[in-house]
T-cell receptor, first 113, second 118 residues
Framework: SQKIEQNSEALNIQEGKTATLTCNYT??????LQWYRQDPGRGPVFLLL?????KEKRKERLKVTFDTTLKQSLFHITASQPADSATYLC????????????FGGGTRLMVKP | GAVVSQHPSWVICKSGTSVKIECRSL??????MFWYRQFPKQSLMLMAT?????????EQGVEKDKFLINHASLTLSTLTVTSAHPEDSSFYIC??????????????FGNGTRLTVT
């Protein structure tokens, strides 16, 4: 069966450190992989998109990697800040998905001052 | 940037009544909108894909007669929860894509509607 797995346990790190979140998938062949941030009681906000032929994408303090062999994406936040505390969702976008995204369960990140 | 407005942000209703949730794309046209449901500490579950001018496509297990979707224009989709029951209490979120819904374009989400059925 198809699965998108993110660590359901919260990730607690100290301010200034790099946070690394993992997204693993099985039985998908995504054309794109996207990362979103969701704050409590709010809708998700798009952060980054990476294509299947891209290994790495950066945006300010964010970095995403995409390994289609390992079927894994890593999401990094460098120099983390308490304001980065939120739930981060990965989502897969396949050519045959009818333009819909399928979301992982999300990982909650807590950055402590 | 693209903005999706969802209204109301929260609603409390009595069991057996119906509730309508509106989703508007404010500065772009969306031929396709998506409705999700989210339980506490769980991921987004796609309920249905709303298509402008045609019937919505529902995911398996979602009752189309209970969750009525209308996409009457390129900027407005509505979800009506009919004959609501306490188990329908949840966080409902709509989303839309720019670029005519091309694969790979990001989703823009509304801020969700917290429905509580008493």
């Amino acid at each position: 069966s198809q699965k998108i797995e993110q660590n359901s346990e919260a990730l607690n790190i100290q301010e200034g450190k790099t946070a690394t979140l993992t997204c693993n998938y099985t039985n998908y062949s995504p054309a794109y992989l996207q990362w979103y941030r969701q704050d409590p009681g709010r809708g998700p906000v798009f952060l980054l998109l990476i294509r299947e032929n891209e290994k790495e994408k950066r945006k300010e303090r964010l970095k995403v990697t995409f390994d289609t062999t390992l079927k894994q994406s890593l999401f990094h936040i460098t120099a983390s800040q308490p304001a980065d505390s939120a739930t981060y969702l990965c989502a897969l976008d396949t050519y045959n998905a009818g333009n819909m995204l399928t979301f992982g369960g999300g990982t909650r990140l807590m950055v402590k001052p | 940037g693209a903005v999706v407005s969802q209204h109301p942000s929260w609603v409390i209703c009595k069991s057996g009544t119906s509730v309508k949730i509106e989703c508007r794309s404010l500065d772009f046209q969306a031929t396709t909108m998506f409705w999700y449901r989210q339980f506490p500490k769980q991921s987004l579950m796609l309920m249905a894909t709303s298509n402008e001018g045609s019937k919505a496509t529902y995911e398996q297990g979602v009752e189309k007669d209970k969750f009525l979707i209308n996409h009457a224009s390129l900027t407005l989709s509505t979800l009506t929860v009919t004959s609501a029951h306490p188990e329908d209490s949840s966080f409902y979120i709509c989303s839309a894509r720019e670029s005519q819904g091309l694969a790979g374009s990001p989703l823009h989400f509304g801020n969700g509607t917290r429905l509580t059925v008493t």
